[in-house]
């Protein structure tokens, strides 16, 4: 079973990313957020790793931030920290696209 790596890596820049706003910000939000969808991602990478076609948990999270984020990065225009995590959260959608394209189908 292969480790999802970048899954992981990007549960811990999302937490990160939470950490940071309530520090520098005071923003609580920021941070049950951040911890909330960094432990999303990083369940979703554990099952992932376990399952390669247990996705779904993953796209679901990475989806969200992507849209949620987005919103939030067309209305400020303000690259950090939105637009930022709209990157990561997209080439992580990216990402597990491709892996589940390069998947062969279940055949029973």
């Known amino acids: 079973m292969a480790v999802d ?10 937490s990160t990313g939470g950490v940071i ?3 520098k ?14 432990l999303l991602a990083a369940v979703g990478a ?3 790793s376990q399952n390669p076609r247990n996705v779904w948990l993953s796209l679901g999270t990475a989806g969200t931030l992507c849209v ?10 303000k690259f950090m920290p939105a637009g930022l995590m709209t990157l990561l959260s997209g080439l992580m959608l990216v990402n ?10 279940h055949t029973s």
């Open 96 to 105: 597990i696209i491709v892996g589940m394209l390069k998947r062969k189908p």
């Open 25 to 38: 910000a005071g923003s609580v939000t920021s941070l049950v957020a951040g911890l909330l969808f960094g």
């Open 68 to 77: 949620v984020m987005g919103l939030r990065f067309l209305g400020s225009g």
């Open 46 to 48: 554990y099952r992932t």
């Open 5 to 14: 790596w970048i899954g992981f890596i990007y549960a811990v820049l999302v």
């Open 21 to 23: 706003g309530y520090v």
